[in-house]
């Protein structure tokens, strides 16, 4: 059984705070791990998808790392803005495609003005 | 480029009943995956298909079902539908190179 935590649950900051999220995952075959953003009322969009250990990659002030052999991912947003509140998914895939892609609970973001 | 389209969006079925939920992916995306979302749950993994074939299932019972057409897109059953299925099926189409995932917006399915 495949399962993906992530932390915190939820998390309040102000606009302008600097924040990370983590995703830990089985780290035997490993395959890819994907980061989705959630906003409300809209439906799940990707940030990144990763394969490689050590592999970062940044979409704005958006950021992700990645530890296959620990199996653990961080996602960083630098100087949180109101639009950055949403929830943040982690989603891992093992084996060798990405036929099953299974979700974490997700990080629930609320940037307040 | 359309994105991936979901029908219906909104439907309200009784117990007993079944229902068919259809998912058409964005053009050329030969991957459909299915998830199901209820209150205080995460995405679940229900299934995926790709060139219609069922590559992978998750741990739903043999009432949900699924299946994918020869231009790709798919379809979702359900039978004898339990309250417990209310929930948001979500589709998603993906290019198979990249495994990135494109949602639809999702049928809501209420059991009364």
């Given at each position: 059984i495949l399962n993906v935590e992530q932390s915190p649950q939820s998390l309040h900051v102000q606009e302008g705070d600097s924040t990370n999220f983590t995703c830990s995952f089985p780290s035997s075959n490993f395959y890819a791990l994907h980061w989705y953003r959630w906003e409300t009322a809209k439906s799940p969009?990707?940030?990144f998808?990763?394969?490689?250990?050590?592999d970062e990659?940044?979409?704005?002030?958006?950021?992700?790392?990645?530890?296959?052999?620990?199996?653990y991912s961080y996602l960083?947003?630098?100087?949180?803005?109101?639009?950055?509140?949403?929830?943040y998914l982690c989603a891992f895939s093992q084996g060798t495609s990405y036929d099953k892609v299974i979700f974490g609970p997700g990080t629930s973001l609320s940037v307040i003005p | 480029k359309a994105g991936v389209t979901q029908t219906p969006?909104?439907?309200?079925?009784t117990r007993g009943q079944q229902v068919?939920?259809?998912c058409s992916p964005i053009s050329g995306h030969r991957s459909v995956s299915w998830y199901q979302q209820t209150p205080g749950q995460g995405l679940q993994f229900l299934f995926e298909y790709f060139s219609e074939t069922q590559r992978n299932k998750g741990n739903f019972p043999g009432r949900f079902s699924g299946r994918q057409f020869s231009n790709s897109r798919s379809e979702m059953n359900v039978s004898t539908l339990e309250l417990g299925d209310s929930a948001?099926?979500?589709?998603?189409?993906?290019?198979?190179?990249t495994g990135e995932l494109f949602f639809g917006e999702g049928s809501r399915l209420t059991v009364l």
């Open positions: 969009e990707a940030l998808v990763m394969t490689l250990n050590g990659k940044k979409k704005g002030r958006i950021s992700a790392t990645l530890n296959t052999k620990e199996g960083y947003i630098k100087g949180s803005q109101p639009e950055d509140s949403a929830t | 969006r909104y439907l309200i079925k068919t939920l259809s948001l099926y979500l589709c998603a189409s993906s290019p198979a190179s």
